[in-house]
């Protein structure tokens, strides 16, 4: 059975960073877009940065650009997502995503059927 498996979140104070990991139980190549979902508490999820695996393309959410990085180690068979500056407005629970397909909205939330366990992120002074 084909896992994803988040790990890195943690509390931070507001102007840190961090770096999320998501293993992948089997290669990245055979993934088409991975993506990376947030929901906060008592919100819903939302798309925040999304991979082309094969052209390298990478797509963020309006209220992420600039800093948040996604990327990946296709030895390692792992995404990541580096957060800099982190917010109090970050805290929420942080979720890989990964699709076979071509898709067109790459942070949309059905688009993708893999998804993590999540892994949680706290930002406060």
């Known amino acids: 059975q ?4 988040e790990s ?17 139980s089997a290669s990245l ?18 798309g925040v940065a999304s991979l082309n695996m094969i052209g390298g393309g990478a797509y963020y959410a ?6 948040f990085t996604i990327s990946k180690d296709n030895a390692q068979n792992t995404l990541y997502l580096r957060i ?9 629970t942080y979720y890989c995503a ?9 942070l949309g939330l059905d688009e993708y059927g893999l998804w993590g366990q999540g892994t949680q992120v706290t930002v406060s002074p």
């Open 84 to 92: 800099d500056n982190l917010k109090p407005e970050d805290t929420a």
């Open 98 to 106: 990964a699709t076979p397909r071509a898709i067109r909205r790459y």
């Open 2 to 5: 084909v896992q994803l498996v």
């Open 29 to 46: 190549y055979t993934y088409f877009y991975m993506a990376w979902f947030r929901q906060a508490p008592g919100k819903g999820r939302e």
């Open 8 to 24: 890195g979140g943690g509390s931070v104070q507001p102007g840190g960073s961090l770096t999320l990991s998501c293993a992948a």
């Open 62 to 67: 309006d209220s992420v650009k600039g800093r």
